[in-house]
């Protein structure tokens, strides 16, 4: 393993760990939004159902995920 793979390894693991942290898996307790809590658009049921408890579209998700990880 070189410098690059080190770092996308350690980078993979922040990321896993961060999804783990906020994604309440498995938890029939936590209730989706059926819209978007940032932008106010519907979250598609597939996401819901994928995702239980999301609280953001995939794009403002994608979004929030973006300037966290530069934070």
Same mark, same amino acid.
């Given at each position: 393993?070189? /410098?690059?793979?080190? &770092? +996308?390894?350690?980078? &993979?693991?922040?990321?896993?760990? %961060?999804?783990?942290?906020? @994604? #309440?898996?498995?938890? #029939?307790? !936590?209730? &989706? !939004?059926?819209?978007? %809590?940032?932008?106010?658009?519907?979250? #598609? /049921? @597939?996401?819901?159902? %994928?995702? #239980?408890?999301? @609280?953001?579209?995939?794009?403002? +998700?994608?979004? +929030?995920? @973006?300037? &966290?990880?530069?934070?």
């Amino acid at each position: 393993m070189d /410098e690059v793979d080190d &770092s +996308q390894k350690a980078e &993979s693991l922040y990321l896993l760990e %961060a999804l783990a942290a906020n @994604r #309440p898996v498995g938890n #029939p307790g !936590f209730v &989706s !939004f059926t819209r978007c %809590a940032e932008c106010d658009e519907e979250i #598609p /049921e @597939r996401r819901r159902k %994928a995702i #239980p408890g999301c @609280r953001l579209c995939a794009a403002c +998700q994608a979004e +929030q995920d @973006r300037n &966290s990880h530069f934070s």
